[in-house]
């Protein structure tokens, strides 16, 4: 009888081996925690298609946030959700829309303990619910959405966001926003471009999240689910405009694109798993059909094996508890 000659299980044999071996690792600072906070309310508002997250008051978003510090996860990503809307989305510039008070709130309770951020988009404050404003015709204008993205990226650089998620998907978003904010000396706010945005079904339970007026779809904007190298074409476009860091979004149906993208550039890649792939893990674990903590580790690991350098996620904090608990 003949002997295997090569044995790749030995790397695999005991529970130190493995440990040692590993070759891709999650840390908390690699977690940003995606955050709801709507105008009006006084009680944290939960958010039926995604169990355990809430639409939070300005309070409670203090005191989640001041949490969320002390697991020192990397950062915040904040939502707005205003209690009116119009065709130009005139809440996400006016300093005392409830984003930008948010921000104030938020910087002001945390300080520099973590990076906080915030969605550069006008779908949360339009009437109609798209990304941008509308020409007569209905059609997304996209030179005149800019103008209204930089006075936005204005307004969150103002209220003390130290990173702005441009998340629009227009063209260029990143160029003109940079040039902006430079403009009025806000050259050290940074800029995180969500380049390679998928339009698809995945994020369903966030727009109930934002409270979303969308009717119709975003196709002519965001991508199409079968173009992988149009991902890297947005990515490389969006650091040539001055992306300080490049996200893909969804995580795990685009982990492909993920993985070229940080192949093509040379800033931090990061990835959003977005809220259809949480409740989808959620809802299996409430029937009992699936490991919850185990799926949740593994998804967050994948999505870094495939080249992320951070993860937005909803399980953030939860995540960063049971990561340093293991240490
Ligand atoms: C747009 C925006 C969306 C998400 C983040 N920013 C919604 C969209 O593009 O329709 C989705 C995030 C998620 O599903 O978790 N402001």
């Known amino acids: 009888m003949s002997f295997p000659e090569h044995r790749p299980r030995r790397l695999r044999r005991t529970p130190a081996v493995r440990r040692l071996a590993r070759e891709t690792h999650l840390v908390p600072s690699q977690?940003?925690?995606?955050?709801?906070?709507?105008?009006?309310?006084?009680?944290?508002?939960?958010?039926?298609?995604?169990?355990?997250?809430?639409?939070?008051?300005?309070?409670?978003?203090?005191?989640s946030v001041a949490e969320a510090a002390e697991q020192r996860i990397g950062g915040v990503m904040l939502f707005g959700v205003p209690e009116?809307?119009?065709?130009?989305?005139?809440?996400?510039?006016?300093?005392?829309?409830?984003?930008?008070l948010a921000t104030e709130a938020v910087v002001a309770e945390v300080g520099d303990?973590?990076?906080v951020q915030t969605d550069l988009c006008l779908d949360e404050f339009t009437d109609h619910g798209h990304c941008g404003v509308l020409r007569e015709d209905g059609a997304v204008d996209n030179d005149a959405t800019l103008e209204r993205?930089?006075?936005?990226?204005?307004?969150?650089?103002?209220?003390?966001?130290?990173?702005?998620?441009?998340?629009?998907?227009?063209?260029?978003?990143?160029?003109?926003?940079?040039?902006?904010?430079?403009?009025?000396?806000f050259t050290d706010t940074l800029i995180l471009a969500y380049s390679?945005?998928?339009?698809?079904?995945?994020?369903?339970?966030?727009?109930?999240?934002?409270?979303?007026?969308?009717?119709?779809?975003?196709?002519?904007?965001?991508?199409?689910?079968?173009?992988g190298r149009e991902g890297v074409r947005e990515a490389l476009l969006d650091v040539e405009e001055g992306a300080d860091v490049v996200m893909v979004?969804?995580?795990?149906?685009?982990?492909?694109?993920l993985?070229?993208?940080?192949?093509?550039?040379?800033?931090?890649?990061?990835?959003?798993?977005?809220?259809?792939?949480?409740?989808?893990?959620?809802?299996?674990a409430a029937h009992g059909w699936i490991d919850r903590r185990g799926?949740?580790?593994?998804?967050?690991?994948?999505?870094?094996?495939?080249?992320?350098?951070?993860?937005?996620?909803?399980?953030?904090?939860?995540?960063?508890?049971?990561?340093?608990?293991?240490?």
């Open 31 to 63: 977690l940003v925690l995606p955050m709801f906070v709507r105008e009006g309310i006084t009680e944290p508002s939960p958010i039926g298609s995604m169990p355990g997250i809430v639409q939070h008051s300005l309070d409670s978003l203090r005191r």
């Open 84 to 100: 009116t809307r119009d065709a130009v989305g005139s809440g996400a510039d006016d300093p005392n829309g409830i984003l930008n």
């Open 113 to 115: 303990a973590l990076v």
């Open 149 to 185: 993205y930089t006075a936005m990226g204005l307004a969150q650089a103002r209220a003390g966001s130290a990173m702005l998620g441009l998340s629009g998907m227009m063209d260029g978003q990143v160029g003109a926003v940079r040039e902006a904010l430079d403009a009025e000396g």
């Open 196 to 227: 390679a945005k998928y339009a698809g079904a995945f994020y369903g339970p966030f727009r109930e999240a934002v409270d979303s007026q969308l009717k119709g779809d975003r196709r002519s904007y965001q991508l199409d689910p079968g173009n």
């Open 249 to 257: 979004k969804p995580a795990l149906p685009y982990l492909d694109v």
């Open 259 to 284: 993985a070229d993208v940080k192949a093509s550039v040379d800033v931090p890649v990061w990835a959003y798993q977005v809220s259809g792939e949480y409740a989808m893990v959620e809802a299996a």
């Open 295 to 327: 799926a949740i580790m593994e998804s967050l690991l994948g999505i870094r094996r495939a080249g992320a350098d951070a993860i937005l996620t909803y399980w953030a904090v939860e995540a960063a508890r049971w990561l340093r608990a293991e240490l």
